[in-house]
């Protein structure tokens, strides 16, 4: 990581602790759903196992779908959502910073904001019903890599979702969508074991599986060492494909350009190309009024979108008196 990357995580970390009360709080009640969930499963299992899970498994299989669940959905994506939604992305097509780059280290330091809740949660665990160990050494090392692939995979899933904000204009319904697909699908609220045959194939041919099931399966040594194996490269597999195509869609997004208020309240300026690439539109706000640039960039030639109808924007610049 260079300086710039170190500095952006930095702050992102300084930012979500900024408001100590309520950090803490979320620290010492955050495993409350770890509790009640454990709780749940050892009267359901009480009377023997339910397909291949008896209670000591369950509860390593609880805490680590718990552990991965944690750093993936509080992981600060709303941070990234406003920039979009408010117009900030128009400011930071402008930047020598690669944006998916920029919003993953600032992901990563999201994650050391997290990282105490989640300790406290399975320390607490631990202490009340106890931590079964891994089957054997190399088991709980595999383990341990699962976990780190699910922290690139975790923002893979996450920024794909931020970037529909483009086409949506909002995120609350994007959010509660997305974390109720992977807690079912990953298997977090019921083992994948126990879906029907049909949608268990549906869970294994996405990437949500790997946040729980993957890295338990390995732990209590339902698959042995090839098949650990097996699912790691698939795990990685995903992480590159994700990465990827967040790539091709924010080369998608950034070509949707939203001007909310209409001309008579803002003015726009076109900042000359940078060699080959886009050219940049961005407005310069008076004080009181309410229009903005909301989304992106266009080459030239392309329509704008406004309130209205679509206008080229040569024809604009003339309009408006710009060069």
Known sequence: ?????????????????????????????????????????????????????????????????????????????WLIATRILDGLVAIDLTKPIDFQRARAVEFIGGLFATIPGAAVAIGAAAALSGLPAPVSPLAGALTGLSLALTFPLSFGVIYLGVLTCFWTRRYMGVLWARDSIILFLSGMLVPVALFPDWLEVVAWSLPFVHFTTTPSSIYLGRVDTAGSLGLLSLQAAWVIGLWWLGRLVWSRAIRKVTIHGGLRTARLQRLPPLGEGPTHVHSRVSSGLLGHVGLGAVQPGHHLRIPGRPVRLDRLDRRMGLP
């Open 1 to 77: 990581m260079t300086s710039v990357d170190l500095a952006l995580a930095r702050a992102t970390f300084l930012r979500r602790v900024a408001y100590k009360g309520n950090w803490l709080f979320t620290v010492i009640v955050g495993g409350a759903g770890l509790l009640a969930s454990l709780a749940l499963w050892e009267h359901v299992l009480a009377d023997g196992d339910l397909a291949g899970y008896d209670w000591h498994g369950m509860r390593a299989y609880l805490v680590i779908g718990y552990f991965a669940m944690t750093l993936t959905v509080g992981a600060g994506d």
